[in-house]
């Protein structure tokens, strides 16, 4: 059975650590302090890695048989689980007893074909210095859920009979928007010395791409960036307006800024932390971007994002049976994008596309080999903007 990880990476054999993971391959992680749990990602631990429970467990210890780490290849659901049995807390005391199951990307789809794993929670006597996260092998990205007593914004509090599930399948619900950041943040210092370097003491702009995955619009949204130790909100609320589902919205006319404390360290990595809301404040959900205090702010990406719809080109032009149709779509569009192909006489032959779209480069195939030669426009539409482009079919 195949693992491919969250971050599209396969494997064919993995590690489960007695300190309560799973790593792909043969880690060679071992040795004082793997029972400590770092940050998802941390340089310098086992890469790959998915926690359900990464701590100082002792499965040994456990009285009067002892713990145990059984697993299971389930071949009929094409499936493999791992189970913690009754596993003792080194230090803090108390036992966890937990599953990882892990399904066959090729049988258990996900939009990005990835593996998803399932975490159920059956006892805690105790919850002691744990870690709950993912993070790629390079160890470059992750996904951290909980570490030594803090909760990401959006996580549940993890308790007896709690199950978690790690994917990139949209939720069930279809009644609620799910909104959620894509694309890189981009920073500016305008508000600040304007220097083109983020410094402590300063006050930094940043904005933000929000995607609507969800079967709901999401109405007036906004976001707010909340304080932390080194970071201080200056209050403003980046307006999004409506995202109707499968749209993209960013925040270009309304920067969220904050100011970063005089005693911050220097060449430090902060996490900033955003709470979004829509639907009156009755739908709310968090996200973060990190900056890095000495580093670039990034002006020159803002003023190199695109804006509009472009028809980039067509290729082969002239064709014979099929040609390639590439579009591009800027950060301010957030209505449907329609591509259309018409005869010259005016009669459309072919609907490339019809639906929202992300900001980017999309390309479309157009098959004419049931038309006759002869000379074609291709229409790219949104909202009240419109793109015309010519093709040549020769038989």
């Not at 491919?4 to 992680?29: E, I, K, L, Q």
């Not at 094409?78 to 807390?89: E, I, K, L, N, T």
């Not at 472009?310 to 082969?316: C, G, K, S």
């Not at 779509?329 to 639906?355: A, P, Q």
């Amino acid at each position: 059975m195949c693992i491919r990880d969250s971050y599209g990476v396969d494997y064919d054999s993995a590690t489960f650590a007695a300190n309560g993971y799973m790593s792909p391959g043969r880690d060679g992680y071992q040795g004082p302090g793997t029972g400590t749990p770092q940050h998802f990602p941390t340089v310098g631990g086992p890469g790959g890695i998915v926690a359900p429970v990464w701590a100082d467990l002792a499965p040994h210890r456990t009285s009067p048989y002892g713990g145990d780490i059984y697993y299971y290849h389930d071949v009929a659901n094409d499936q493999f689980v791992v189970q913690w049995d009754q596993c003792a807390f080194y230090y803090a005391g108390g036992l966890v007893t937990y599953q990882l199951k892990i399904c066959n990307p090729d049988v258990w789809a996900t939009p990005t074909g990835d593996s998803e794993f399932y975490i159920y929670y059956k006892d805690f006597t105790g919850l002691g210095v744990m870690g709950v996260g993912i993070e790629s092998k390079n160890e470059e990205h992750g996904l951290e859920y909980y570490l030594d007593g803090i909760y990401d914004p959006t996580a549940s509090v993890i308790t007896e009979g709690r199950a978690l599930r790690i994917t990139t399948n949209r939720p069930l619900t279809s009644s609620l928007p799910w909104v959620y950041q894509v694309g890189t943040p981009v920073f500016d210092d305008s508000s600040g010395n304007n220097n083109g370097i983020i410094e402590q003491g300063e006050t930094i702009g940043v904005r933000i791409s929000l995607y609507n995955g969800g079967m709901a619009q999401a109405p007036i949204t906004k976001a707010v960036i909340l304080d932390t130790t080194y970071i201080t909100s200056m209050g403003d609320s980046a307006a999004f307006g409506n995202i109707f589902p499968g749209a993209t919205k960013y925040n270009a006319e309304s920067p969220m800024r904050f100011r970063i404390s005089e005693a911050c360290p220097s060449d430090a990595v902060l996490e900033v932390p955003i709470e979004i809301s829509s639907l009156g404040g009755w739908y709310k959900t968090h996200t973060k971007v990190r900056i890095h205090v000495g580093g670039p702010v990034g002006v020159d990406e803002f003023d190199k994002l695109p804006r509009g719809i472009e028809l980039l080109r067509t290729y082969p032009n002239p064709f014979n049976s099929s040609a390639r149709v590439e579009i591009l779509i800027g950060y301010d569009v957030s209505e449907r994008v329609r591509l259309e192909v018409f005869d010259i006489t005016g009669r459309r032959v072919g609907v490339l596309h019809d639906d929202y779209l992300q900001t980017g480069q999309h390309a479309f195939s157009f098959d004419a080999k049931d038309l006759p030669s002869g000379c074609y426009f291709t229409r790219l539409r949104a909202s009240n903007l419109e793109k015309t482009g010519k093709l040549l079919l020769i038989r």
